[in-house]
C-alpha cells in the first residue's frame, strides 16, 4: 500500500506551517483538502499558501474554479485521488491538509460518490 500522510483540524492550529515544514524533510507535495481554497480570488480568510510557500513545494488543489462556477464533492474526490496517484508516481509523499472534513474523509475512506448534475430547479425548490 503506497502512503498518504493527512494533516486535519479546524482552523489556525498550525496545520499549514505544519505541512510545509514536513514537505520540505520529506519530499512531499502537499493537496489542499479546504473547501474554499479551490476558488481563485478567494484568498481572505482561506489561508492559502503564499507564491513564495507555492514556489518551494508542490501545492495542489488550489485556485481551481471561479466562484460562480459548479464544483462538487465528487469532482474534489477524482482530482484529489489523481493527485495523489500522479505524487506517488513522482514518487514523492502526499500530504492531504485543511480542515474540510467532507473533503478529507471522501478522499481517505474512498466514498462512492453520485455525479449528480447541478439542478437549479431543485435548489430553488428546497
Given at each position: 500500500?503506497?502512503?498518504?500522510?493527512?494533516?486535519?483540524?479546524?482552523?489556525?492550529?498550525?496545520?499549514?506551517q505544519l505541512a510545509l515544514t514536513l514537505?520540505?524533510?520529506?519530499?512531499?507535495?502537499?493537496?489542499?483538502?479546504?473547501?474554499?481554497?479551490?476558488?481563485?480570488?478567494?484568498?481572505?480568510?482561506?489561508?492559502?499558501?503564499?507564491?513564495?510557500?507555492?514556489?518551494?513545494?508542490?501545492?495542489?488543489?488550489?485556485?481551481?474554479v471561479d466562484p460562480d462556477e459548479d464544483?462538487?464533492?465528487?469532482?474534489?474526490?477524482?482530482?484529489?485521488?489523481?493527485?495523489?496517484?500522479?505524487?506517488?508516481?513522482?514518487?514523492?509523499?502526499?500530504?492531504?491538509?485543511?480542515?474540510?472534513?467532507l473533503y478529507v474523509w471522501a478522499v481517505?475512506?474512498?466514498?462512492?460518490?453520485?455525479?449528480?448534475?447541478?439542478?437549479?430547479?431543485?435548489?430553488?425548490?428546497?
Amino acid at each position: 500500500m503506497k502512503s498518504l500522510l493527512a494533516i486535519v483540524g479546524p482552523t489556525a492550529v498550525g496545520k499549514s506551517q505544519l505541512a510545509l515544514t514536513l514537505a520540505q524533510e520529506f519530499n512531499a507535495e502537499i493537496i489542499s483538502a479546504d473547501s474554499r481554497q479551490v476558488y481563485r480570488y478567494m484568498d481572505i480568510g482561506t489561508a492559502k499558501p503564499t507564491l513564495e510557500e507555492q514556489s518551494s513545494i508542490p501545492y495542489h488543489l488550489i485556485d481551481l474554479v471561479d466562484p460562480d462556477e459548479d464544483f462538487s464533492l465528487a469532482l474534489y474526490q477524482d482530482l484529489a485521488c489523481t493527485a495523489i496517484s500522479d505524487i506517488h508516481d513522482r514518487h514523492k509523499l502526499p500530504l492531504l491538509v485543511g480542515g474540510s472534513g467532507l473533503y478529507v474523509w471522501a478522499v481517505l475512506e474512498g466514498w462512492s460518490i453520485p455525479k449528480v448534475p447541478p439542478s437549479p430547479q431543485l435548489r430553488q425548490e428546497l
